[in-house]
């Protein structure tokens, strides 16, 4: 591989590669709280907002992502009567579609983890004389993200891999940057640096989970 001709794409490749970190810290900051209070309307005694609830999780999780990124960013403008008021910039468009979808798988990881504790634990909680918003916080909670955690760590690793699908709705990020260099150059190269680039962030991200899991002393 030619270096001088790696050093000259890479430059635009790393600016794709910030909104590709943009995206994935959007998406995680908002979509985890969305995940955890779908989890908590799921399980409400108030049947409506459970039913909306287990409908939203099973809508985003039962079509393809792509599918969504396509709906929010060419479907919304296109609803009669209230389509003009949901013109969004591209990016803000792709990144609600995302968060929506994140915000589903979320909510069933939690799930999981709060499925994972047991019923001893509410009564010995009740026991200790704890009300019921303390004893979700200080021990279901708690306990519950510890479990979730390596669900959590494979779905960020995921996310950092999806974020491509920006090139499908004409977002400018990595990969777009990469097949721009490939059409123009005629070669794979800029393909190879992508996915270097690529291999790189999920590496610090697994890194950080890690340490992340390690700090808990998850076993």
Not at 4 to 20: F, N, Q, V, W
Not at 121 to 132: I, K, N, P
Not at 161 to 173: G, I, N, Q, S
Request: charged residues 15%.
């Amino acid at each position: 591989m030619d270096i001088d001709y790696i050093i000259k794409i890479s430059g635009p490749m790393l600016e794709g590669a910030r909104t590709t970190v943009l995206l994935f810290l959007i998406v995680i900051v908002l979509s985890i709280p969305l995940g955890m209070a779908v989890t908590l309307l799921a399980k409400s005694r108030i049947k409506p907002l459970a039913w909306i609830a287990h409908t939203y999780i099973y809508v985003m999780r039962g079509t393809p992502l792509l599918l969504q990124l396509l709906f929010f960013c060419f479907g919304l403008p296109q609803i009669p009567v209230i389509g003009q008021y949901l013109v969004m910039d591209r990016f803000v468009a792709a990144s609600l579609g995302f968060i929506l979808n994140y915000g589903a798988y979320f909510a069933e990881i939690f799930r999981g983890g709060l499925l994972s504790i047991d019923k001893g634990q509410h009564e010995a909680a009740q026991v200790l004389g704890l009300s019921r918003w303390q004893t979700l916080r200080k021990v279901i909670l708690a306990q519950m993200f510890r479990v979730a955690l390596p669900a959590v760590a494979n779905e960020s690793i995921t996310l950092v891999k999806d974020t491509a699908l920006l090139y499908a709705v004409a977002v400018p990020e990595l990969l777009n940057f990469a097949k721009t260099a490939v059409n123009r150059d005629f070669t794979v190269t800029p393909f190879v640096v992508a996915g270097v680039i690529y291999l790189l962030m999920t590496l610090v991200l697994t890194l950080f989970f890690k340490a992340l899991e390690k700090r808990f002393k998850f076993e």
